[in-house]
């Protein structure tokens, strides 16, 4: 039984059409609150492109629900999108760049959307969906490469935008930018891949360590003059003795 008032007509029965009543009741909504989510999204800048990298658990609230969701997608031949927060709101953002790129092939006019382009018009979707009734709970980080220029953007639920050589997002911006910015900043034209990779590693090493969303099975994607290409699953090396010594956690 429906038992919110105005579901229900005069004669106390229950109405099973819209109600009359409800100023809601023709609002679009999606997703009114995070259900299902994926932690962060890492990525930088190299001597040949750009490097993004997220492991693959999507959390039903602290359950680790979902271990094998990819939350790197490619879009385009030079672009990747990496998305931590709500995995449907994450799906949704993927029709809507699917779409967008469709209609883009179609018109076959010789032209493509860059990885700048992609970039603005996802960070308009977001500024134009937060103060309606489905707002986006996601924060992406937009990575490309084309005609030797390098692009590392990031975007958030409330259309905030930011460019750099270092982005991570979720905990990885309180964990692993520290790390990312002592190792990358100033050298992003001399590292070469084995280090990018090598540095990625170790910050989903820490998040894996510190973040109780995190997971050890991630993937790497890496967008170059050749184009994307997006690898894994990985697993990082860990070390967990030293819990036995921890009072509570051991026997």
Request: aromatic fraction near 12%; hydrophobic fraction near 35%.
């Amino acid at each position: 039984m429906d038992h919110f008032p105005l579901n229900w007509d005069k004669l106390g029965q229950e109405n099973r059409g819209k109600p009359k009543n409800d100023i809601f009741a023709d609002a679009i909504t999606r997703t009114q609150r995070p259900i299902v989510t994926g932690t962060s999204v890492i990525a930088l800048k190299y001597k040949d492109g750009v490097m993004l990298a997220a492991d693959m658990l999507a959390s039903y609230g602290s359950l680790a629900r979902f271990t094998d969701v990819k939350r790197l997608y490619p879009v385009g031949d030079f672009t990747v999108l990496g998305a931590s927060g709500d995995i449907s709101d994450f799906q949704y953002t993927k029709h809507l760049l699917d779409t967008v790129m469709v209609e883009e092939y179609y018109t076959n006019d010789g032209h493509v959307l860059r990885t700048q382009n992609i970039y603005e018009y996802l960070s308009r979707v977001m500024y134009n969906r937060r103060s309606q009734f489905n707002p986006l709970w996601n924060a992406y980080i937009v990575g490309g490469y084309n005609n030797d220029e390098k692009f590392l953007g990031y975007v958030d639920l409330l259309g905030t935008t930011y460019q750099s050589s270092t982005i991570a997002t979720g905990f990885g911006a309180y964990l692993a930018q520290p790390i990312l910015r002592k190792a990358v900043e100033g050298k992003e034209d001399t590292l070469t891949e084995a280090e990018a990779v090598e540095i990625l590693d170790s910050c989903l090493r820490v998040l894996y360590y510190r973040d109780a969303r995190s997971f050890n099975k991630f993937q790497r994607a890496k967008i170059t003059a050749e184009g994307v290409e997006i690898t894994g699953p990985y697993k990082v090396e860990s070390q967990w003795g030293f819990a036995e010594g921890i009072r509570g956690y051991g026997p």
